[in-house]
């Protein structure tokens, strides 16, 4: 009679190894996207800016972290960068008070437009260093600029001026959204 063969101790414990590896690697990528994908209301990517309330998440974003700046260069056509304090965490997405770089530019990501933002942290060497979302889809082009304070389009505001984000979303010669942001940190630009 024959007998039958089953798993050896050794086959058993290589199968238990393997197993683990590769959970351990779908939790890790799991985890990641996860944390991805739970950012905070201003900087979850967007859903095109068909709606004000899109916009205005935007603009929020815009907004916090030229509130942490103590450098502003809007001086690029589509492209604005900022320096100060305004770090986000990677995973929670929430202010950190950490120095950081911050650049937000249109690009075109698979054929569509795209308003993104890309972090520097410039404490800190790692992984964490560097944080890029997309924010806004649709956006094709954006500019900030200063407004005097006794503009008649501008808000009251305590100071000599305030900024003007103006995001246009078609080729026309008026901005599809435009938001006053309040006062200008000491040191913009």
Known sequence: MKSARGFTLVEMLLATVLTTILMVG?????????????????VRPLE??????????????VR??????TNVDA???GELRLSGYGALD?????????PVNVRYAVEEIDGRPWLVRRQESLDALGLDNVLCDLVCEGVRRMELVKTPSDSKD??????PH????????SDAAEP???FFMGLAPEGGA
């Open 64 to 69: 916090e972290d030229l509130d942490e700046a």
């Open 75 to 77: 001086t690029k056509v």
């Open 162 to 169: 305030a900024w003007r984000l103006r995001l246009w979303t």
């Open 26 to 42: 779908v939790l890790a990528v799991i985890t990641t996207l996860g944390t991805r994908g739970a950012v905070a209301d201003s």
């Open 90 to 98: 990677s995973r929670s997405r929430e202010r950190t008070g950490r």
């Open 48 to 61: 095109g800016l068909t709606d004000t309330q899109a916009a205005e998440a935007c603009a929020r974003l």
């Open 154 to 159: 501008s808000p009251p505001v305590k100071g």
């Open 176 to 178: 599809t959204f435009d």
